[in-house]
C-alpha cells in the first residue's frame, strides 16, 4: 500500500467555545482533541503528520507530544482549501494524503485503514468518508447517480429541495492520490461571498480532470461529529467514555455502573478487577488484576499491584504494590511507595514518603517527607512534622517499630528498629534499636483543684 501522509487542520480559534484555551486543545477523556486525532492516524499506519496551525500556534505546537510530527502555520484562516495549501510542502506524488479534522477526536484508525483499502480498491483519485444521518441539514450532501456512483457534493445553502432531503452527507474526511491534490489546490478559487478556498471544491476539479471520485459510506455516523461547543464538548466524552469502558469490560474488567465510571485513555486494567461507581481514572494510571476500586475513589499516575482495595480515596503520581488496602478517605500525595500487605486506614495522609511491608497506619495520621520500615504500627493520630517553616526535613523509622497514639515526630529524627514509643510523645532526638521512648511530663493529679 501506497505511503501514508495525514495533513491535521487545526488552525480555527473556536469562537463558541467560549474559551481562551485553543479549540483543539480541549480534551476528551483527558487527553486533548487534537492528541487524540494524532494517536489515531499514528495507529492507523501513518508515515508521516503534518498540523496545520493558526490561532494559539505556539500553545498548540507545545501541546503535541509526538516529536515526528510536522506543524505548518495558516496565519490566516481563509478556508479549509487554504488551510491545506499552508502544508504544500508536505504534499507528495504517490503517497495517500489523508485530510483530518483537529476537533473530531472520535475516528478510529479501523474506519481510517477501511476508508484505505476503499480508495485503493476503487482507483480513485480522491475518496470521502459520507455518514448517513437522520438531520442532514447544514451538512454538504453526497449525490449519486441512478448506479449509486458518486455525482457531487452539494452543499446545504445551495441544494435544491430534492438535494436537501439527501442523508447521505460528506464528513469532510478525504483521502486523496498525492498528484490529485496537488493538481486540485492549483486550480482552487476564492471566487465566492467569504473569499475563502474550500476544500470540498476539489472535487469538482478532480471530477472534470478525468479522475475517480467515490465516497465510503462509514457504519458510525458519530466518529465524525465535530466539536464546536461544550455541548458537543459533552458528547463526545460521552462517546468516549462508552468506548473506553467497553474496551475494558471487554478485556475482563467488571463496572458496577459503567456510566458513573471515568477511565482516561492512557489507563491500563488487570482481569478480574472490579470497579466501584464514581471512580475516575487519570493519566498513565496502571491497576493489576483482582483489584477492587471505589466507590467514589480517585487514581491519578498511580500503580496498583494485584489484590489492592482503594475505597473512597485518592492518591496522585504513587505506587501501591500487592494486597494493600487504602481507605476509606485517604489521601496519598504525589511520590509515594506503598508497599506490599500495607494498610493506610480511614484519614490518612501520606506524601513524598515510602512505606514498608506490612506496616498498618490505621487512622488519623499523616506521613510526609519519610522513610518508614517494614511492620510498622501507626498508633492513632501520629504525625511526622517535617516543615520548620523554612525547609523540610525527612524521617526515617526502621523496622519493627511501635509508635502509641498522639506521637509527634519532628523530622530530621531516626527511630532505630524494634523500638516503642509512648503514647503521647513529641520525639527530638534520635532513638536507639531496642528502646522504648517516652518524651511526655509526669502525669500529676492535684486533688480538689476543680472546687477550688
Not at 480508495?119 to 449509486?148: F, L
Not at 490529485?180 to 486550480?187: I, R, Y
Not at 475516575?280 to 491519578?300: A, K, M, Q, Y
Amino acid at each position: 500500500m501506497d505511503k501514508l501522509k495525514v495533513i491535521i487542520l487545526a488552525a480555527g480559534e473556536g469562537k463558541r467555545m467560549k474559551s481562551k484555551l485553543p479549540k483543539v486543545l480541549h480534551k476528551v477523556q483527558g487527553k486533548t482533541m487534537l492528541g487524540h486525532v494524532i494517536d489515531t492516524a499514528r495507529a492507523a499506519g501513518a508515515d508521516d503528520i503534518c498540523v496545520v496551525i493558526g490561532h494559539g500556534a505556539e500553545q498548540v505546537a507545545q501541546s503535541i507530544k509526538d516529536e515526528n510530527v510536522k506543524t505548518a502555520v495558516q496565519s490566516e484562516q481563509l478556508g479549509t482549501g487554504h488551510a491545506v495549501m499552508c502544508a504544500g510542502d508536505f504534499i507528495e506524488d504517490g503517497a495517500d494524503m489523508l485530510v483530518l479534522y483537529g476537533d473530531t477526536p472520535l475516528i478510529t484508525a479501523g474506519t481510517i485503514g477501511e476508508l484505505r483499502d476503499f480508495h485503493k480498491r476503487e482507483d480513485n483519485a480522491i475518496s470521502i468518508i459520507s455518514a448517513v444521518v437522520d438531520d442532514p441539514t447544514g451538512y454538504g450532501h453526497i449525490i449519486r447517480d441512478e448506479n449509486g456512483a458518486f455525482l457531487k457534493n452539494v452543499e446545504h445553502k445551495d441544494a435544491s429541495e430534492t438535494e436537501k432531503i439527501v442523508r447521505e452527507i460528506n464528513t469532510g474526511i478525504y483521502l486523496f492520490s498525492g498528484g490529485a491534490l496537488k493538481k486540485g489546490l492549483s486550480l482552487l478559487k476564492n471566487d465566492n461571498a467569504q473569499g475563502e478556498y474550500y476544500l470540498p471544491d476539489t472535487l469538482e476539479i478532480i471530477l472534470k480532470d478525468g479522475g475517480r471520485v467515490n465516497a465510503m459510506i462509514a457504519g458510525d455516523a458519530k466518529e465524525f461529529a465535530g466539536v464546536n461547543n461544550r455541548i458537543q464538548l459533552a458528547e463526545a466524552e460521552a462517546v468516549m467514555r462508552k468506548r473506553i469502558n467497553l474496551f475494558h469490560m471487554e478485556n475482563g474488567v467488571t463496572m458496577m455502573d459503567p456510566e458513573r465510571t471515568y477511565i482516561e485513555a492512557g489507563v491500563k486494567i488487570g482481569q478480574d478487577t472490579v470497579l466501584l461507581p464514581g471512580v475516575v481514572l487519570e493519566g498513565n494510571t496502571v491497576i493489576g488484576e483482582d483489584c477492587v476500586v471505589g466507590p467514589d475513589s480517585r487514581l491519578t499516575d498511580t500503580v496498583l499491584g494485584d489484590r489492592v482495595k482503594f475505597q473512597y480515596s485518592t492518591a496522585i503520581s504513587s505506587s501501591v504494590d500487592n494486597d494493600t488496602t487504602v481507605g476509606p478517605y485517604a489521601y496519598i500525595r504525589p511520590d509515594c511507595h506503598i508497599g506490599k500487605n500495607v494498610k493506610i486506614g480511614d484519614f490518612v495522609e501520606v506524601k513524598n514518603s515510602n512505606v514498608g511491608d506490612g506496616t498498618k497506619v490505621s487512622h488519623l495520621t499523616y506521613i510526609g517527607d519519610s522513610d518508614v520500615g517494614e511492620r510498622i504500627n501507626f498508633g492513632c493520630g501520629t504525625v511526622t512534622v517535617n516543615y520548620d517553616g523554612h525547609k523540610k526535613y525527612r524521617t526515617v523509622i526502621g523496622d519493627d517499630v511501635f509508635i502509641g497514639c498522639n506521637t509527634n515526630l519532628v523530622a530530621p529524627v531516626n527511630v532505630g528498629r524494634g523500638s516503642y514509643i509512648a503514647a503521647g510523645s513529641t520525639i527530638t532526638d534520635d532513638i536507639p534499636e531496642d528502646c522504648l521512648a517516652i518524651a511526655r511530663e509526669r502525669q500529676i493529679n492535684k486533688s480538689g483543684w476543680t472546687k477550688k
